[in-house]
C-alpha cells in the first residue's frame, strides 16, 4: 500500500483498545508529550494533506468546490455545521486511519451513513467519516452483504433484482447503517421483524482501530454483535458492512383509506385495536395531520398485506365494522413487485427508481431536503376515551397556532405485534417488544421559512407530546433520537441499559465514540427496569 497509516491496526481483537499515546505515556515521555502538544495545537494544513495522502478515498476540505454539497445533512436545520473535514472512506482500513487521526488531535469526530440524524449528532465541526462510497448490495443464495453507505432504497433495489427482501423502513435517502443500528422498524416488520433481527454479521472498526467481525457466535465478539442490534450508531465504532437473512421478495397488496375528521375518534378506536392484533402478513400505520391556519385535519389509514387482495379487502372490511362506517375515501392495489410497493410507500410511484434520491447522490436524483422537528413514543395498552380525546384535540391545537411558511404537522403510528412482539426484550439491544404501536410526532416547514413560526412549531409539539405523557409507555425509539428527552437511557433501551454500558467500556474505554446521548454518558434519572 502506498498510504501512511497512522498507527497499526489489531485486526483480531480488543487487547489494545486504549488510546495509543495515553497507553504509552508511562515508558515514552516523549510520545507523551508529542501527543499532549498535538491535542493543544490541533492537526496543520501539513496534518491534513497527510490524512489526505493516506487514504483511498477523497477528503474533502473547506475551501474545496464540493464542500458545500459534502458537508450537508439531510435536515437543513444543520446547514450551521462547517466541518473542518469530510473523509469518503472506501474501507475498513480508511475508517482505522481516520480514527488514528482523531485520536491523535483530539479532534471531535462523527460517522455518518445517510446524515438522518434528528439532532443533527451525524454531523460535527470537526471530521465527518462518511461511509456512503461502501454501497454495495450483493446477494447470494439466502444472505446479502450490504456496505454501510447503502441507502435503503438502493438496498431494496439490489435486493429486488435477486428477487429477494429485508424489512426495513420507508425513507428511501436513509442509511441502512442507522436504520439497522437503532433497530430497523419498518413496513413488513410484524411479519419478518425489524432489519436488525435479521442480521448475520457485521464488519466493524472499533476505538483502537481494529477491524472486527462480530456474530451471534460466542467466540466472534457476540456481545458486540447483540450491542449493534438497536444499541444505536455512533456508540460502539463504525460499521462498514453489513450481512443480512434474507426472505423471497414479496409482492404487497398496498391501501389507503381516509374518512372526514369528524370519525377520527371511532377511527383511532377501531384502528388500535385492528392493526396491532392482525395477521403477521399486515402492516398498517394511522395518520393525522394539521397545517397552522388550516382547514380541517386529516385522519388516513394505509399499509400494506403479503398476501392477495381479496385477503385484503376481507381484512379491510373488519376495520370498516369496527368504525362504524366505511371509509370516503378507498384504494385498494392488486399485489404489487417488491420494489414498486416500496417506492410507493418512499412517495416515489410517480418519479421511479433513479429520481427517489437526492440530486447529488444520483445523477437524475429530484428528491430534496426537508426540515423537520420530531418526538417518539411506544404505546402498550390502548388508548382510553379520554387519550383518544387528548390526542385528537393537538392536532386541532396546530390549527391555532402562528407558524411557518409550508407548516404541517401531526402523529403518526406504526402498528406492532406479530414477529417484532415475539423476540425477548433482551434478545436484542431492541427493547422496544411489548408495544401495540408506535408514535412519532412530526412538524415540518418551507426551509428558509421565519424562525418565530418555526419556534411557535416546535413548541406544539413539545406541548402536544406532553400531553400524551400519561397514555405512552415512556419508552422511545432510538432512531427518532431527541435532544430533549432527560432519562433517554431508559426511553431508549430500558433494561438493556446496564448492558451496553458494559461492552461500551470493553470496546471503547476512553470514550471515543461520544455524542450528547452516547451509551454510557450521563446517570439515569430513574432505576432501568424495562
Given at each position: 500500500m502506498k498510504r501512511r497509516a497512522f498507527l497499526g491496526i489489531a485486526a483480531g481483537g480488543v487487547a489494545a483498545v486504549a488510546v495509543p499515546g495515553v497507553a504509552r505515556a508511562a515508558t515514552d515521555g516523549s510520545l507523551a508529550s508529542s501527543s499532549i502538544l498535538a491535542r493543544l495545537t490541533g492537526p496543520t494544513p501539513a496534518d491534513w494533506t497527510a490524512l489526505a495522502r493516506d487514504l483511498a478515498g477523497p477528503l474533502v476540505r473547506p475551501g474545496e468546490a464540493s464542500y458545500g454539497t459534502a458537508r450537508l445533512l439531510f435536515d437543513p436545520r444543520f446547514d450551521g455545521q462547517r466541518p473542518a473535514g469530510i473523509a469518503y472512506v472506501k474501507s475498513a482500513h480508511d475508517v482505522s486511519t481516520c480514527l488514528a487521526f482523531v485520536r491523535k488531535f483530539g479532534l471531535p469526530f462523527a460517522a455518518r451513513s445517510g446524515g438522518h440524524s434528528y439532532a443533527g449528532w451525524s454531523g460535527t465541526n470537526g471530521l465527518i467519516i462518511d461511509v456512503s462510497d461502501l454501497k454495495t448490495v450483493a446477494v447470494s443464495g439466502a444472505t446479502a452483504a450490504v456496505g454501510a453507505g447503502t441507502r435503503l432504497i438502493d438496498f431494496y433495489h439490489g435486493l429486488a433484482a435477486k428477487g429477494r427482501a429485508v424489512p426495513g423502513g420507508s425513507c428511501p435517502t436513509v442509511g441502512i447503517a442507522g436504520l439497522t443500528l437503532g433497530g430497523g422498524v419498518g413496513v413488513t416488520a410484524r411479519a419478518n421483524g425489524l432489519t436488525c433481527d435479521n442480521l448475520e454479521s457485521l464488519q466493524i472498526v472499533t476505538a483502537n482501530g481494529a477491524v472486527l467481525t462480530a456474530t451471534p457466535d460466542p467466540r466472534h465478539y457476540s456481545d458486540l454483535f447483540w450491542a449493534c442490534q438497536g444499541?444505536?450508531?455512533?456508540?460502539?465504532?463504525?460499521?462498514?458492512?453489513?450481512?443480512?437473512r434474507t426472505v423471497p421478495a414479496p409482492e404487497p397488496v398496498l391501501f389507503s383509506l381516509s374518512w372526514p375528521w369528524s370519525h377520527a375518534a371511532r377511527?383511532?378506536?377501531?384502528?388500535?385495536?385492528w392493526a396491532p392484533h392482525a395477521p403477521d402478513a399486515l402492516w398498517s400505520n394511522l395518520h393525522l395531520a394539521a397545517?397552522?391556519?388550516?382547514?380541517?385535519?386529516?385522519?388516513?389509514?394505509?399499509?400494506?398485506?403479503?398476501?392477495?387482495?381479496?385477503?385484503?379487502?376481507?381484512?379491510?372490511?373488519?376495520?370498516?365494522?369496527?368504525?362504524?362506517?366505511?371509509?370516503?375515501?378507498?384504494?385498494?392495489?392488486?399485489?404489487?413487485?417488491?420494489?414498486?410497493?416500496?417506492?410507493?410507500?418512499?412517495?416515489?410511484?410517480?418519479?421511479?427508481?433513479?429520481?427517489?434520491?437526492?440530486?447529488?447522490?444520483?445523477?437524475?436524483?429530484?428528491?430534496?431536503r426537508q426540515p423537520q422537528f420530531a418526538k417518539s413514543d411506544y404505546f402498550t395498552t390502548p388508548l382510553s376515551t379520554a387519550g383518544i380525546n387528548t390526542l385528537l384535540a393537538g392536532i386541532v391545537a396546530l390549527q391555532r397556532v402562528h407558524g411557518a411558511a409550508g407548516g404541517v404537522g401531526g402523529i403518526a403510528f406504526d402498528a406492532l405485534g406479530g414477529a417484532v412482539n415475539r423476540v425477548k426484550p433482551n434478545?436484542?439491544?431492541?427493547?422496544?417488544?411489548?408495544?401495540?404501536?408506535?408514535?412519532?410526532?412530526?412538524?415540518?416547514?418551507?426551509?428558509?421559512?421565519?424562525?418565530?413560526?418555526i419556534n411557535n412549531q416546535h413548541a406544539w409539539l413539545r406541548s402536544y407530546w406532553a400531553s400524551m405523557r400519561r397514555y405512552a409507555s415512556g419508552q422511545a425509539y432510538q432512531n427518532y433520537i431527541d435532544p430533549d428527552l432527560t432519562n433517554?437511557?431508559?426511553?431508549?433501551?430500558?433494561?438493556?441499559?446496564?448492558?451496553?454500558?458494559?461492552?461500551?467500556?470493553?470496546?471503547?474505554?476512553?470514550?471515543?465514540?461520544?455524542f450528547p446521548q452516547a451509551i454510557g454518558t450521563g446517570k439515569p434519572t430513574v432505576a432501568v427496569t424495562g
Open positions: 444499541g444505536g450508531g455512533g456508540n460502539f465504532g463504525v460499521v462498514t458492512a453489513f450481512t443480512f377511527v383511532v378506536a377501531a384502528w388500535q385495536s397545517a397552522p391556519g388550516g382547514r380541517v385535519p386529516t385522519v388516513n389509514v394505509g399499509g400494506c398485506y403479503l398476501g392477495s387482495d381479496g385477503e385484503a379487502a376481507n381484512l379491510l372490511n373488519q376495520l370498516y365494522a369496527k368504525v362504524g362506517a366505511s371509509p370516503s375515501s378507498h384504494f385498494l392495489s392488486f399485489p404489487q413487485p417488491f420494489l414498486t410497493a416500496m417506492l410507493a410507500e418512499a412517495g416515489c410511484s410517480s418519479l421511479g427508481y433513479q429520481a427517489c434520491h437526492l440530486p447529488w447522490y444520483v445523477s437524475g436524483g429530484k428528491l430534496s434478545a436484542t439491544a431492541f427493547v422496544h417488544r411489548n408495544a401495540l404501536f408506535g408514535a412519532q410526532y412530526t412538524t415540518d416547514w418551507t426551509n428558509g421559512a421565519s424562525s418565530a413560526g433517554w437511557q431508559q426511553a431508549y433501551y430500558g433494561g438493556n441499559y446496564a448492558r451496553l454500558v458494559g461492552i461500551k467500556k470493553k470496546y471503547d474505554p476512553t470514550g471515543l465514540f461520544t
